[in-house]
T-cell receptor, first 116, second 110 residues
Framework: GAVVSQHPSRVICKSGTSVKIECRSL??????MFWYRQFPKKSLMLMAT?????????EQGVEKDKFLINHASLTLSTLTVTSAHPEDSSFYIC????????????FGPGTRLLVL | GENVEQHPSTLSVQEGDSAVIKCTYS??????FPWYKQELGKRPQLIID?????GEKKDQRIAVTLNKTAKHFSLHITETQPEDSAVYFC?????????FGTGTSLTVIP
């Protein structure tokens, strides 16, 4: 149980385009999902907390207009990187909190974004 | 806000030896402390967790200890195996967000 999927796993795009990443909880309902960014050999940097049916809460320094988050249902959250630039290239990982346990976060497999 | 520090950043041990990773936290309201293992290019996987009402928890070769007074918790891996090689992250939570440590890269030498 507690499986989180993420799509796509890898994406290459041209500078200026927008990229949408989907995060799904497959076998549980997630009232809260989290979006992280991870640089090589670094820790997980929380970007935003996504709550179903409400606006996301962004961490300091994260541009909400650049990283659009939508949590449309209890099993789906999306992150859209708008007008991507090379400095946005990174590994993006989502996690979901199980409605039942409200404690443990389960991580998606991550999306590696490369902006040319 | 919460500040989690993790040491060491890198750790090499001989196969069969024990490995210990330590974390400290700053917010006394934190009450949940998970540990994640992340292999290269893969997702973090929860390996063990502990709540603030417990001082120690063990699961086969893995154990975690918590000292609430000193605000530190540790991961202990005994009889290490090459497949234990990975990056390990600790985290502290007050019930909403997780605050992650900076990670420990563990290498188990065969």
């Amino acid at each position: 149980g507690a499986v989180v999927s993420q799509h796509p796993s890898r994406v290459i795009c041209k500078s200026g385009t927008s990229v949408k990443i989907e995060c799904r909880s497959l076998d549980f309902q997630a009232t809260t999902m989290f979006w992280y960014r991870q640089f090589p050999k670094k820790s997980l940097m929380l970007m935003a907390t996504s709550n179903e049916g409400s606006k996301a809460t962004y961490e300091q320094g994260v541009e909400k207009d650049k990283f659009l988050i939508n949590h449309a249902s209890l099993t789906l959250s999306t992150l859209t990187v708008t007008s991507a630039h090379p400095e946005d290239s990174s590994f993006y990982i989502c996690s979901a909190r199980d409605w039942g346990t409200q404690e443990t976060q389960y991580f998606g497999p991550g999306t590696r974004l490369l902006v040319l | 806000g919460e500040n989690v520090e993790q040491h060491p950043s890198t750790l090499s041990v001989q196969e069969g030896d024990s490995a210990v990773i330590k974390c400290t936290y700053s917010d006394s309201a934190s009450n949940y402390f998970p540990w994640y293992k992340q292999e290269l290019g893969k997702r973090p996987q929860l390996i063990i967790d502990i709540r603030s009402n417990v001082g120690e928890k063990k699961d086969q070769r893995i154990a975690v200890t918590l000292n609430k007074t000193a605000k530190h918790f540790s991961l202990h891996i005994t009889e290490t195996q090459p497949e234990d090689s990975a990056v390990y992250f600790c985290a502290a939570s007050t019930g909403n967000q997780f605050y992650f440590g900076t990670g420990t890269s563990l290498t188990v030498i065969p």
